[in-house]
């Protein structure tokens, strides 16, 4: 069935979008506030111009949106419900034969449609410019050298079992290393060792440049070659790969996740947190829809609804959901539960209350 909103469907909507608004500026605005007054020494210390400033915060905006919209979308589906129940407008709608499940329909609809936008925004418009924001706090509030990320010093890679490279230097923005050794073992005996002074990557393959190539025999017996370049196929590390990130991995986008588990299960480094932070990168986008369902039937009774006490049942409910979410994330990082419950449970639990407080309300 395709939603085709009806004149109330559109009235109810623009009360709730109005509302979403007002809760998205002056909470996002505060938000910023409090993060400028921190901030605020940093930028007199650090001699930062104006427009970098602002700026920064501009693309912090979007970083507010992207951590705290399911809160915008709680509080703004309480405040607007609450208000029309105070009003008795949700009661002169179903005396006039509509019930609780079709004046909530639009809202939840809405919320659905929320949550896959949030889930895009948060995966392909957020992560660059993030990565701006993230360089401006860096670079230009902070003071640190670029070169601390761009040149990466003592990088291990395992290529598969037994065979493994090392890398003495990296530059990120150049493409080109120092001092690679690569090693290839067989029941704990070295078999080959390849060593480069220099290492480029050039169409999307490396090149070592100034090789040495010494090979071993069951009996010890080595064999020497020297060559003015080698192709190295078997390493299949882009330099993205190897250079130093900046920010979490919940800054990432979700293709730059997926590649980072990916090279961290091929070269056999730890993937647990990252793991499941790929799966919060679904779940957590749901949360819009999920607090829509639990706060229309909560809202739609008069003798519960104001400002005041949608207010502070939108904080408890934020404040319960983010606490319980950040436990079960503890717990599986920790491997104290299995990963699947902690990124879903929280979100689950909460769909639960929502269906029964829709079951159980006035219809």
């Not at 002056?26 to 400028?36: D, E, R, S, W, Y």
């Not at 986008?253 to 590649?259: A, C, G, I, V």
Request: aromatic share 12%; glycine share 6%.
């Amino acid at each position: 069935m395709i939603f085709a909103p009806k004149a109330l469907d559109r009235y109810l909507l623009r009360y709730f979008l109005q509302s979403l608004l007002v809760v998205t500026v002056a909470i996002g605005l505060t938000i910023i506030v409090i993060n400028m007054v921190e901030q605020l020494r940093d930028f007199i210390d650090h001699h930062v111009p104006l427009i970098d400033v602002l700026t920064y915060y501009l693309y912090f905006g979007g970083w507010v949106v992207k951590s705290f919209l399911p809160v915008f979308v709680l509080l703004a589906t309480l405040f607007s419900v609450s208000i029309l129940a105070r009003r008795n407008e949700i009661l002169a709608m179903k005396a006039s034969g509509r019930s609780l499940y079709r004046i909530s329909y639009p809202l939840i609809v809405m919320g659905a449609l929320l949550s896959v936008g949030h889930f895009y925004y948060n995966e392909y418009l957020f992560p660059p410019a993030n990565r701006r924001r993230l360089e401006i706090k860096e670079f230009t509030i902070e003071k640190r050298a670029k070169a601390t990320f761009t040149n990466v010093r003592n990088i291990y890679r395992l290529i598969a079992p037994g065979y493994f490279y090392t890398l003495g230097d990296f530059n990120a923005e150049r493409d080109e290393g120092q001092q690679l050794r690569v090693c290839k073992t067989e029941k704990n005996k070295i078999r080959e060792i390849i060593v480069a002074r220099l290492v480029e990557y050039r169409d999307f393959k490396w090149i070592g440049r100034e090789v040495a190539i010494r090979t071993f025999d069951d009996s010890a017996h080595e064999s020497f070659q020297k060559l003015d370049s080698l192709v190295l196929p078997d390493i299949k590390d882009t330099p993205e790969d190897l250079e130093k990130r900046i920010g979490k991995p919940e800054d990432m986008s979700l293709d730059e996740l997926k590649r980072y588990i990916e090279v961290m299960k091929r070269t056999g480094g730890p993937h647990l947190k990252e793991s499941i932070d790929l799966k919060l990168k679904y779940s957590y986008p749901m949360t819009s829809f999920i607090v829509v369902l639990i706060c229309i039937p909560f809202a739609s009774n008069p003798k519960r609804a104001g400002i005041a006490t949608s207010f502070a049942v939108g904080a408890s409910l934020a404040l319960a959901y983010f606490v319980l979410f950040r436990i079960m994330q503890s717990f599986g990082y920790n491997e104290k539960i299995p990963v699947d419950l902690a990124v879903w449970g929280v979100n689950g639990l909460f769909f639960l209350i929502g269906l029964a407080l829709m079951v159980g309300a006035r219809k």
